[in-house]
């Protein structure tokens, strides 16, 4: 018998769930011993994704609580909004660790979640018992917990390069910006016009504009960070490129502070969380140098002309903004070393 953690994946047939598979096969401490998909049961995963072609030749199982909890210890889940509100309350009390990468327990507010996923919110008694797990700040809440909601992704590279700033009560939080660019797969491998090649290759495009449901979830984290109701600007765009967001956040400093002390605090702040990367001055991140990694890089430039800082954060969005982090946070849960199965380094170029 292997005294590995046995782990599960539901909505093993979309993006996030086949990177989870694509991580946790190399995981020392873990291993996969069910891939479930509702709607394609009985299928072998490899029909679905090639590139598994005599590397995991299991069969796609259905969703089965009891079955599953005789299966596995954790379970990951990666399904669509609306699906983990009413599987992981099931889950928990079966006495299995919970890691949702959907957005389902991520708002304390059920009547913000309602508003910006149109989806009825979860049992609030499971929202509360949810830990948010943005590794690098709630690290020590994700410790020893058996419920983790995984952060979105761009929540991830907006909030890693915000939180330091507003931690040290430097940002003038009426005036916070946050400029979002992702890959295509960030919108799931479901059927869609705006993922269309036709419609998005040469194309460049803005959307849900004001509306999009990680608003919500920004300020909610600004506002625990501060004390504080934080109120932001959030726009997102699609890019033609498969993997990658890149957020550039503009915030007005409070007091004048020059460029090597800001430098300086986020060195500090993220000292020894090895997945987070301060780049030196006058040297700014993109997509390409976190591409399949769990990094978070983060650079900056301080216009003295308007005291206005320029924060730029890039994350692979299908590891650091979800697989990724999922597995950090399942090592901290487990008292694992933080970077077990997650310490490889980025695809170049």
């Known amino acids: 018998m292997s005294n590995k953690l046995r782990a599960a994946i539901i909505g ?42 005599q590397i995991m030749l299991e069969k796609l199982d259905g969703i089965d609580v009891q079955q599953i909890s005789k299966q596995a210890d954790v379970v990951f889940l990666a399904t669509p909004h609306g699906v983990a509100s009413e599987l992981a309350p099931q889950l928990v009390d079966a006495g299995l660790k919970v890691v949702d990468l959907s957005g389902d327990f991520r708002l304390k507010s059920g009547e913000a979640y309602e508003q910006w996923y149109k989806h009825k919110p979860a049992d609030p008694a499971y929202v509360e018992k949810a830990v948010y797990g943005l590794s690098e700040v709630f690290g020590e809440e994700v410790k020893g917990t058996a419920f983790i909601s995984n952060p979105g992704c761009f929540p991830t590279a907006s909030l890693l390069g ?12 009426s005036s916070i ?42 300020e909610q984290v600004l506002g625990r960070i501060a004390g504080e109701d934080v109120v932001v600007t959030f726009t997102t765009h699609l890019v033609p490129m498969t993997r990658g967001i890149l957020s550039t956040m503009y915030v007005n400093l409070k007091e004048k502070h020059s460029e090597e002390e800001v430098i300086e605090l986020y060195k500090q702040y993220y000292e020894g969380r090895r997945f987070v990367r301060i780049r030196p001055q006058g040297n700014w991140p993109a997509t390409k140098h976190v591409w399949g990694s769990n990094y978070c890089d983060i650079g900056f430039s301080l216009d003295s002309r308007t005291g206005r800082l320029t924060i730029i954060s890039v994350i692979d969005n299908m590891v650091k903004g979800a697989a990724g982090q999922a597995i950090q946070n399942l090592n901290l849960m487990m008292g694992w070393e933080e970077t077990t199965g997650l310490a490889f380094t980025p695809v170049y170029p």
């Open 12 to 53: 093993a047939t979309g993006y996030g769930g086949v990177e989870l598979i694509r991580l946790l096969l190399t995981h020392p401490h873990v291993e996969i011993t069910s891939v479930i998909s509702s709607s394609s049961a009985g299928v072998p995963i490899a029909d679905g994704f090639p590139h598994l072609n």
């Open 162 to 173: 915000l939180i330091p700033l507003v931690n040290a009560g430097w940002a003038d939080l």
């Open 177 to 218: 910006i946050i400029d979002s660019k992702s890959g295509v797969s960030g919108a799931g491998r479901g059927l869609s016009l705006s993922a269309h090649y036709s419609e998005i290759n040469e194309n460049f495009l803005a959307y849900k504009v004001n509306k999009h449901q990680h608003t919500p979830e920004i």
